[in-house]
């Protein structure tokens, strides 16, 4: 079947503008995870959800960043008043299962995401 | 707090050369190590976890508590192990990923 899928794949906006990010996990993982990738940093973690909650939101890197899932499946990544230090790449992954259960992650192709 | 060290950012070696990607980590519970892989223009993937014991692609990796490593060794690199290497540490809700290593196999 298909693998995790994100949307846009590039998506360049300008400074103070909001971007919409997409993925769709794939069928039946109940876990979901967004990740942002820069260079020289790594990935980092952003927040997990299980199911439709955020039992974890830690990594979310200030209050311009917000995420939500609905029906289990398809999330969304918002950022609002895009800075240029968001440029990055987005990723999304889902898991069969949550917390403590080691099950592995399916990662996304991730969205390009630069700020002018 | 956990956290995951990968020193070396890039690693350059001949083909047929052994590799050993470096990985240390820090974490007070009893760890569950990943390696992941990413080759150009290809997205994320699992390439090994410490609790299956497996070699995947010749790669091998063994957990040392005392050293509280990971590394990631191959006897004999190939121009295809070309990419970046990431060490994982799963924590109660996700990983903490190293910064990643790049590995370049020259001809």
């Known amino acids: 079947g298909a693998g995790v899928s994100q949307s846009p794949s590039n998506k360049v906006t300008e400074k103070g503008k909001d971007v919409e990010l997409r993925c769709d996990p794939i069928?039946?993982?109940?876990?979901l995870y967004w990740y942002r990738q820069s260079l020289g940093q790594g990935l980092e973690f952003l927040i997990y959800f299980q199911g439709n909650s955020a039992p974890d939101k830690s990594g979310l890197p200030s209050d311009r960043f917000s995420a939500e899932r609905t029906g289990g499946s398809v999330s969304t990544l918002t950022i609002q008043r895009t800075q240029q230090e968001d440029s990055a790449v987005y990723l999304c992954?889902?898991?069969?299962?949550?917390?403590?259960?080691?099950?592995?992650?399916?990662f996304g192709p991730g969205t390009r995401l630069t700020v002018l | 707090a956990q956290r995951v060290t990968q020193p070396e950012k890039l690693l350059s070696v001949f083909k047929g050369a052994p590799v050993e990607l470096k990985c240390n980590y820090s974490y007070s519970g009893s760890p569950e190590l990943f390696w992941y892989v990413q080759y150009s223009r290809q997205r994320l993937q699992l390439l090994l976890r410490?609790?299956s014991r497996e070699s995947i692609k010749g790669f091998t990796a063994d957990l040392n508590k005392g050293e509280t490593s990971f590394h990631l060794k191959k006897p004999f690199a190939q121009e295809e192990d070309s990419a970046m290497y990431y060490c994982a540490l799963q924590g109660y809700s996700t990983l903490t990923f190293g910064k990643g290593t790049m590995l370049l196999v020259s001809p």
């Open positions: 410490h609790i």
């Open positions: 992954a889902s898991s069969l299962g949550g917390a403590g259960n080691y099950n592995e992650q399916f």
């Open positions: 069928s039946g993982h109940t876990a």
